[in-house]
């Protein structure tokens, strides 16, 4: 049954879906299945660059630690996102515009600014307090890999950072599994849950307690965030602009203060 409670705006959101909508196996099922198919997306390019290196799985594994990794990722996370909306609204009960693909209003323009800088206020000082209380410094691999980066390849970088990735994980975190853990649930329990798998699926080796702790607990709490620009917004677009918002304010200050990340 629809979530009714009102005892905040949050839960009480204008987005509402039909009884029969995000009903849990189809919903599972689209959420593996994407999952699924970033994978073999991935794995295609990773054969393909083997092969046409010759079938070095080795200088293939090691190439795939930079631009080509990043490159076929990319490509996956593009006919992820064409899969998830081309099924999104069957599964929601829900056509798109329902679901928050509208224009920006300009209340949710300002939603968009408090989000990010939200953002930045909680999830930095999170992760720099747990790093130190932890004793374990490690950055994040897309950030290392960004300093590595000159020229085109950092073009390229920012780009799949600051636009293709905010979209692919709004689509995925928020549209998708936030969308059907707030109508099962609520907002607090869908925000929390679908934000702390937003973290963890950040997690990067040495996969141990202090990793998951320092990296996907502060991701965790941005997620929060993002759930609730898009809860409050009711605008898709509005947790896509945040989150890129936030990408892009970190990229710019490890450009310019690359410490940052030391």
Known sequence: MENSSASTTLQDSPVTFPADGFRVWPTIGLILSAFVLLLVVIFIGFLAWMLAHHGDQYSALRAFAGTPG???????????????????????????????????????????????????????PLASILQTALHFKTPEAAIAMYLRTTGWERVLFVFLGVVLAPVFEECVFRLLLFNAMRKWWGFWPGAIVSSLIFGVAHAQAPFVPAMLASIALPLAAGGIILCAVYARTNNAYASMFTHASFNALTLLLLLFFPQLAK
């Open 70 to 124: 990043i490159v076929a990722q990319g490509i996956g996370e593009i006919i992820v996102i064409a899969y998830v909306l081309g099924l999104l609204p069957a599964i929601a009960g829900a056509p798109l515009r329902r679901i928050g693909f509208r224009p920006i209003s300009a209340p949710a323009w300002g939603g968009i600014v408090v989000g990010a800088v939200a953002m930045v206020l909680v999830i930095t």
